[in-house]
């Protein structure tokens, strides 16, 4: 991406420190180019070894391959469950009792901020003004920025018909490209005055102590850059998809993201409710407008930059996409982020190990790079497990030598049943037992997962800057805008298999 | 404080491990030690020990070695547990033979359970004196230490129960979902050393069903859902393991349940060796002998446990009585029922069962360590001290209804009509007077596995190529484990296992190891081939040596010379 969209249409210095503030500053940092010359050259070389490998020595390439797979499923499948056990132990999820959050004398809070990027949205306005209304904060300390795109005509007259007023704010975003939910933020961010910033999707329903739960925090652990509010949906019960999708919500963000976070590890931030220290947000340089997932960016080069990110039981409400169609959309465009994101996180490889560690480093790999592979290539293997049932074919048996069989034998069923078990496990000790038939249909989920992720890989390859437009679920209208990210709770969660 | 460094500081869990290191390091010597000292010194070998032992050989190095060569009568995970042991071992047969992979196996398998017990009752807060004293019970009772020193299966099966009813007990206090995939973990890998599991998963289920039906505060479609969820954590691994197992067998074998249908399963051992015995009704009076042959106090243990429950309104006692009475209601139907043995060791639970049962007696005390207690946590146990009386009641309770067990047994286990497979070893190590015709027979058992031993040496002896003896393992493995030439046989995991029966001379194998054709030997796979070999060579083999067992249930053996023109 060369070209400096908007730069030229929008004389504006805050427009363009939006679209291009992080590049500018810090191009290694930034998603604008998907692979530095040495990760092109890499991939290329490796692509060259494998194909050499498969016309002179077919037999010994396949087993390196498979063997490689293999090794990668078990350290997946190890990590995963050594993070879910030690994210079900409920002290590594921080938590402010409603008593400590209502202590803060008014006078002695810090100014907030929140942003709300919406776009195209004229109907959930209303809600919006009624759940921020809900936050239990003064309003001499809170301001709260609605990012609305200046050419969103039918969203920007709905918030002037319902009279945004104090501590609401109108902010409009000049029209330029790409239409991101990150510049909206990053362009907000440029008028926010608080020294803690956090962001909402207009539909959202925040736990009203969340704020003040997490200035306590903040004043807990002086330490922490960054503390990510649990989201969970409230359409669970919707149908099928939305039951799985709530499982998987909640193992991630009840037990993986604490888990990862009591280790200090980098924790991919979710799209929403995650509050951020304003100096420190500043520091980082805002929200690549180039990730498609920005959030999950954001929590790796915070952790790159040695801030910590703790996670704190305050639930925020969400609605789950219900669709199939726009939720493998939605999913191909995650996984294309994660796949992103961990490209810009290891492009200054001894920086990473330097700062995060060689675990940490290796953790964020395997979940970020680790899950969307896995989850595209679990369809090929079921497809040879499949094979192998049925005739035993000796083609298969070449490419499985004894340790590379047995290996490949655990990883795919202990590895299936753990990771069924720990959503079951997860969906119980969080309370959601009406989730249980979704709990043991997750295969099937699996396979929606491994068409989403074979999709966004192949467009990380082929398409890298496009922008999945996601369709949004209850309301049904599209947008005919292309190149636009209609999905506004767009929080990178994530698969678990 | 990082949640990392709270996990490290305040886990009572992790200042105690110490101490149980050194618990289990001392327990397992001195088991190891009895093992050693029954196997080398007093003959004492099982079949089924000695047999897993072979199981782990074949699949390491058999001349085909792989993992479904452990065969699948016996569910897996013993055998599985002895790999890596046999692979040490591997150039030393004469631990093989001994089944010292086996040995090592049990005593920390039972050194672990007892382990298990002690937790439960340290959940509870309870005296250290207690503790000691009512798994020293358990862990010095002769059935205990003789299960933990041979090698079979019961001690990993015990290990996993006491996790269970560790797990279940501490669930109803804790409602903590860590406890109640502890429970369902705990159930599946009990599968997987014995299939009584599966009854008591039936039993846990209905237990944990009960349990949070009743105690959740909700509408009844909440309650049911949330009932449902906690039985779905408790039986999908036992359930998964099933499946898995069944289908693996099935796969392998063409046989889901080979335990029950293959000619070297239960069922057909059952038929060949004359059926269970007796009428139904002497074989339930049979079972409760055995139960006070173990524990004679056992009944007066559950009355006073059910008063107890009753009278405090605290189900303390229920979930040892669901685990343990599970698998032996489940062993005293089954022998009802004429589908079984009636041996003494199906009987062991009631130990254990007692045990804990007795260490209910103490209530709960302090509060219950949990990681994520539930809505229905109760972790706060009784604070009052415990007053003299109780005190002394309780060691009242230990002396008058554990120790009675523990004196009794070395009596009850060394008579033949009650302890078949135990008698032999309990009157040769106590040095026992006996009846001549006891006596003589006692002297056989010790001598069991030695004539297979010097089959393997005569053919040790003869530095044979790779494949050179076909043997079916039915009685064959005890000769394929105490030889050093493991390679030099054929046997029926072997894929041209076979090809190489119907056609030996051509797959160039030399000898035909071959048992009488009668009893348990009609399902002999070479007999199969040829009923009459074993009598006349059935113009396969011309006989080259016979060996006559001096051993005890164990078959003659005639080794035949393959014939070139067979």
Known sequence: ?497 | MSAGQLLRNDDPIRAVRGYRMVWVVVMSVCYIAVGLWLSYGKGVILGDALSRVADARFVLFSRDPHLAAMGFVFTPLTTFLELPLVAVMEHWPSLLAHDVPGIVVSAIAMSLAVLQIAGTLRDRRVGSGWIVAVCAMVALHPMIVFYAANGMSEALFLLFMAICTRGLLRWMASDDVHDLALVGIGLALGFLVRYDALAVGIGSAVLVAGTTLWRTRSTLRMRAHAMAMDVAIVVAPIVTAFLLWSAVSWLTTGDALAQFTSDYGNTTILALSGGAGHDPLYRAGFEIVEWLALEPMIFVIIAVAAVWTAARRVPDALPALVVYGAVLGFQAFSYFRGDTFGFLRFAITVVPLAGTLVGMLRPRQGLLFSRRAGPAAHLQGSDHELSRSRRLASWAAVVGLLLPGVVIAPLTMSKPQIANQEYAATISVLGMPASPQVGLEVETQQRTFRTERDVARYLDGQHLPPGSVITDTLFGYAVVAASSNPRQFVIPSDSDFVNALNDPAAHHVRYLLTVPDSGRGTTDAVNRRYPTIYANGADAGILELAFPNSGSDQPDYRLYRVRATA
Not at chain 1, 171 to 186: F, Q
Not at chain 1, 362 to 372: D, I, S, Y
Request: proline share 6%; glycine share 8%; net charge negative.
């Open chain 1, 1 to 497: 991406m060369s070209t400096r969209p908007g730069a030229a249409s929008v004389p504006d210095d805050a427009l363009v420190e939006a679209v291009d503030g992080l590049r500018r500053r810090d191009p290694l940092a930034s998603a604008a180019t998907v692979f530095v010359p040495w990760q092109t050259r890499t991939l290329l070389v490796a692509a060259a070894l494998l194909i050499a490998g498969l016309v002179l020595l077919p037999g010994a390439t396949v087993v390196i391959v498979t063997a490689a797979v293999a090794v990668l499923y078990l350290a997946t499948m190890v990590q995963r469950v050594l993070l879910f056990v030690a994210g079900l132990d409920e002290r590594t999820i921080l938590t402010v009792s409603e008593a400590e959050a209502r202590e803060l004398a008014d006078d002695d809070l810090p100014r907030y901020t929140v942003l709300v990027p919406a776009y195209g949205e004229p109907e959930v306005i209303g809600q919006l003004l009624e759940h921020l209304g809900a936050l239990e904060y003064p309003a001499d300390k809170l301001e709260i920025l609605v990012l609305l795109e200046a050419d969103d005509t039918a969203t920007v007259e709905a918030a002037q018909a319902a009279g945004v007023e104090s501590p609401m704010r109108l902010i409009l975003v000049p029209p330029a490209e790409p239409r991101t939910k990150p510049k909206a933020c990053n362009y907000g961010m440029q008028f926010a005055t608080g020294e803690i910033i956090t962001i909402y999707d207009a539909e959202d329903i925040p736990d009203p102590l969340q704020l003040r739960r997490a200035v306590v925090l903040f004043r807990r652990d002086p330490g922490l850059a960054c503390i990510q509010a649990r989201l969970a949906f409230h359409n669970s019960d919707q149908n099928l998809l939305t039951g799985w999708f709530a499982a998987e919500y909640g193992l991630w963000f009840r037990y993986l993201l604490p888990g990862l976070a009591s280790r200090r590890w980098p924790v991919p931030l979710g799209g929403t409710s995650n509050h951020l220290q304003a100096k420190v947000l500043a520091e980082a340089g805002g929200w690549d407008p180039y990730n498609v997932t920005e959030d999950a960016d954001l929590g790796l080069r915070l952790a790159r930059r040695g801030y910590r990110t703790g996670v704190l039981e305050s639930i925020t409400w969400e609605e789950a996409n219900s669709d199939a169609i726009n939720w493998i959309r939605q999913r191909s465009r995650w996984y294309k982020g994660y796949l992103q994101s961990c490209l810009v996180a290891l492009r200054r490889p001894r920086n990473a190990l330097r700062v995060i560690g060689l675990r940490g480093t290796v953790a964020m790999t395997l979940l970020l790079a680790g899950t969307p592979i896995a989850a595209a290539s679990n369809l090929i293997f079921w497809l040879v497990a499949f094979i192998w049932l049925l005739g035993q074919p000796a083609a298969i048996a070449v490419a499985y030598p004894a340790p590379v069989y047995y290996m490949a034998l655990t990883s795919f069923v202990i590895g299936n049943v753990l990771a069924l078990y720990s959503t079951l496990l997860g969906a119980r000790a969080g309370g959601d037992t009406n989730l249980l038939m979704a709990c043991l249909l997750t295969p099937l989920y699996w396979i929606l997962m491994a068409i989403a992720a074979l999709k966004g890989i192949w467009q990380l390859l082929v398409r890298p800057s496009y922008w999945e437009k996601t369709v949004h679920g209850l309301d049904g209208q599209d947008d005919e805008r292309t190149g636009h990210d209609r999905d506004h709770e767009s929080e990178s969660a994530v698969p678990s298999s």
